[in-house]
């Protein structure tokens, strides 16, 4: 007999040495304190223990409920190719609709619309067919491509985020729900799911083009614009044209963009412009500022500046142009004092787009470069990136090229020699968590259509708290009731049924510990649900010794008699329950997956327990003959 146990004494002690081992960095993490937490983090050995925890669900952790809105108008303006007046009235006048009635399908509408007007969409989506019909069928299945490639898109980019067990998944056509467990800074996660990483080189035209566009449009605007549009602005940009005035006395790097590029009016008694008049004779060159070598524009201003720029006039100007403004990333501040955006006049068409970006990373910038110790995104492009990067960069030399992530000007650096291995970085991140995110949305790839959030919840760590504290209860009061009516009911047999039972729960925790499973409150459920279906199994199997007891069998005979009889029966009840579970991991989301994970292997657990480990202590405490059986 004990030569026959000793395997199964081994098998047990594995499988528990195995749980203590899976369990030790939950229970390591779980008497840590906020300090010790902090200094771990500062060694860098605190992210190693916290991917070996017991992960938690946003209904236990607290995080983010996020609802999303693909911008399908924009996607469907992006994929004509051929727009003019007509058509953005008519796709204007369809998304009016839609915001006002998002009941109806937005296709539907646009085709409506279409057919009113009496527009030839042929002439703008002659890629998708010859016919209207063909054309909204072809431009719906390009919709909805787009929506499962942002799917994928924004799974890659949280599954690199490092968030446990996201929801995402598709609401509705065009929306999408997300949810971001253990997610605290929100502002970071906005970021990662909205920001399209439309990443793009475009070269700077130089000052005298520059110069000349500026010239060209402030003329434009004097005529088109009324002197009322005018005052109005003027009266909100004086308080900002007060402070320049300031800053330029005591300031000798800010400049006028007319002193720059040599055109200074004389100010003398016959010619002076006031200042509070200068806004209505150059509308443009009153707003700008020279800083530093390059445009700026005071914060206070930017209102001012993007009313004149979207003027239509100003626009068919710009595009004729073949050039386009666009502002720095953030502001900065300028000049000794105030917030200045950095303004850049570059060519409409990009020289490369991030789609030949092969890698992206995050670090820190070399030592004996300008951007020594600052955080940088490195870039590695394909073969072909590479060889358009090497002609650009070549036939260029001294000129400016502006990178560009989102329609914003990362940086403008001086082009110094031809750069071959198509390798460039990107600077000017606020931190390295700015930079770890556009690194790791480039990697994803860039989002096909725009996003927009309709929707969102912050569901904080003191709820999620509270939701363990209720379940933890839960679990104790649960356990408490079977321990005694285990013991009430089988005595000493019931000893070994509640050992069984801890160690099953220590058994499931262990499980989802190794597997990296994120244990949610249906989880806690789940985990209840077994603690019942092992106390079933134990309940059969003594049931069954019992009648053999009743037969006059010895208990040793009773026992494996009992056991043989039991086995088939709790394999059948068990197996159902087992099916049940995996068809909800397969067809379920978030908090559904996280029950039917519990569930089953909570399942396979408990009959390993209820047959193997209980059936090991009978037959060790039966290796002796003994006359009586207490259950």
């Given amino acids: 007999?004990?030569?026959?146990?000793?395997?199964?004494?081994?098998?047990?002690?594995?499988?528990?040495?195995?749980?203590?081992?899976?369990?030790?960095?939950?229970?390591?993490?779980?008497?840590?304190?906020?300090?010790?937490?902090?200094?771990?983090?500062?060694?860098?050995?605190?992210?190693?223990?916290?991917?070996?925890?017991?992960?938690?669900?946003?209904?236990?952790?607290?995080?983010?409920?996020?609802?999303?809105?693909?911008?399908?108008?924009?996607?469907?303006?992006?994929?004509?190719?051929?727009?003019?007046?007509?058509?953005?009235?008519?796709?204007?006048?369809?998304?009016?609709?839609?915001?006002?009635?998002?009941?109806?399908?937005?296709?539907?509408?646009?085709?409506?619309?279409?057919?009113?007007?009496?527009?030839?969409?042929?002439?703008?989506?002659?890629?998708?067919?010859?016919?209207?019909?063909?054309?909204?069928?072809?431009?719906?299945?390009?919709?909805?491509?787009?929506?499962?490639?942002v799917l994928e898109i924004l799974q890659n980019r949280i599954d690199q985020f490092g968030v446990s067990e996201p929801t995402i998944q598709k609401q509705g056509?065009?929306?999408?729900?997300?949810?971001?467990?253990?997610?605290?800074?929100?502002?970071?996660?906005?970021?990662?799911?909205?920001?399209?990483?439309?990443?793009?080189?475009?070269?700077?035209?130089?000052?005298?083009?520059?110069?000349?566009?500026?010239?060209?449009?402030?003329?434009?605007?004097?005529?088109?614009?009324?002197?009322?549009?005018?005052?109005?602005?003027?009266?909100?940009?004086?308080?900002?044209?007060?402070?320049?005035?300031?800053?330029?006395?005591?300031?000798?790097?800010?400049?006028?963009?007319?002193?720059?590029?040599?055109?200074?009016?004389?100010?003398?008694?016959?010619?002076?412009?006031?200042?509070?008049?200068?806004?209505?004779?150059?509308?443009?060159?009153?707003?700008?500022?020279?800083?530093?070598?390059?445009?700026?524009?005071?914060?206070?201003?930017?209102?001012?500046?993007?009313?004149?720029?979207?003027?239509?006039?100003?626009?068919?100007?710009?595009?004729?142009?073949?050039?386009?403004?666009?502002?720095?990333?953030?502001?900065?501040?300028?000049?000794?004092?105030?917030?200045?955006?950095?303004?850049?006049?570059?060519e409409d068409k990009p020289e490369l787009t991030g789609g030949v970006v092969e890698k992206a990373k995050a670090n820190l910038g070399s030592l004996g470069g300008g951007n020594a110790g600052l955080p940088v995104v490195s870039l590695d492009m394909n073969s072909e990136g590479s060889k358009t990067w090497s002609r650009v960069t070549g036939a260029n030399i001294g000129e400016r090229i502006a990178i560009v992530l989102d329609g914003k000007v990362h940086m403008a650096p001086n082009i110094r020699e031809k750069i071959p291995g198509g390798r460039t970085q990107i600077e000017g991140f606020a931190d390295m968590n700015e930079a770890k995110d556009i690194a790791i949305i480039l990697r994803a790839g860039a989002l096909p259509a725009p996003v927009e959030i309709i929707e969102e919840r912050t569901v904080g760590p003191s709820?999620?708290?509270?939701?363990?504290?209720?379940?933890?209860?839960?679990?104790?009061?649960?356990?408490?009731?079977?321990?005694?009516?285990?013991?009430?009911?089988?005595?000493?047999?019931?000893?070994?049924?509640?050992?069984a039972l801890v160690w099953n729960i220590i058994l499931i925790l262990a499980v989802l510990a190794s597997l990296g499973a994120t244990l949610t409150l249906p989880g806690i459920a789940g985990l209840i649900l077994t603690v019942g279906m092992c106390i079933d199994s134990n309940v059969i199997i003594f049931e069954r010794i019992r009648e053999e007891l009743r037969k006059g069998k010895t208990p040793k005979s009773a026992i494996e008699a009992g056991y043989n009889r039991a086995i088939t029966t709790i394999i059948d009840a068990n197996l159902t329950t087992v099916i049940a579970a995996l068809v909800l991991y397969q067809f379920g989301t978030g908090p559904i997956k996280g029950f039917a994970t519990v569930l089953f292997w909570g399942i396979l657990i408990s009959m390993f327990t209820a047959v193997y480990v209980t059936r090991t202590i009978f037959y060790t405490i039966t290796k002796t003959s003994i006359k009586n059986l207490s259950i």
Avoid: C
Avoid at 87 to 108: G, P, R, Y
Avoid at 252 to 257: N, R
Avoid at 267 to 280: A, K, P, R, Y
Avoid at 476 to 495: D, E, K, N, Q, T
């Fill in 1 to 149: 007999m004990q030569n026959s146990l000793t395997p199964r004494y081994l098998v047990i002690l594995v499988i528990l040495g195995w749980s203590m081992f899976s369990l030790w960095p939950t229970i390591q993490y779980q008497s840590l304190t906020d300090d010790e937490k902090e200094d771990l983090r500062e060694e860098g050995t605190l992210d190693q223990i916290e991917s070996q925890v017991i992960r938690q669900g946003l209904d236990l952790k607290g995080g983010m409920y996020i609802v999303l809105e693909a911008d399908i108008p924009t996607l469907v303006r992006s994929l004509a190719t051929n727009r003019n007046e007509k058509f953005e009235q008519v796709l204007t006048a369809s998304i009016e609709k839609f915001k006002s009635n998002q009941n109806q399908d937005f296709f539907t509408i646009l085709r409506n619309e279409i057919s009113n007007k009496g527009l030839k969409i042929v002439r703008y989506f002659h890629q998708y067919g010859s016919n209207l019909e063909d054309i909204i069928l072809a431009l719906e299945e390009e919709t909805e491509d787009s929506i499962n490639r």
């Fill in 173 to 346: 056509k065009y929306r999408i729900l997300v949810e971001l467990a253990g997610i605290q800074d929100s502002d970071r996660a906005r970021s990662l799911l909205q920001s399209t990483a439309l990443l793009e080189f475009y070269l700077v035209k130089n000052s005298a083009v520059t110069n000349e566009i500026i010239m060209q449009l402030d003329n434009i605007l004097k005529r088109s614009v009324s002197d009322e549009d005018l005052a109005d602005i003027s009266a909100n940009t004086k308080k900002a044209l007060d402070i320049k005035e300031t800053n330029e006395k005591t300031d000798s790097e800010v400049t006028t963009i007319d002193e720059i590029f040599g055109e200074t009016k004389s100010i003398g008694e016959d010619s002076t412009i006031q200042e509070s008049d200068l806004l209505l004779e150059s509308p443009l060159q009153s707003l700008i500022e020279f800083v530093q070598g390059d445009m700026a524009v005071n914060t206070k201003n930017m209102y001012s500046l993007n009313k004149l720029l979207s003027k239509e006039e100003v626009k068919l100007k710009l595009k004729s142009s073949s050039g386009q403004f666009l502002f720095s990333n953030d502001s900065e501040t300028l000049a000794g004092s105030g917030q200045y955006y950095r303004l850049y006049y570059i």
């Fill in 463 to 499: 709820l999620g708290a509270d939701s363990i504290s209720k379940g933890q209860k839960s679990i104790l009061i649960g356990l408490a009731i079977v321990f005694v009516f285990m013991l009430v009911y089988y005595r000493f047999s019931g000893v070994i049924a509640n050992f």
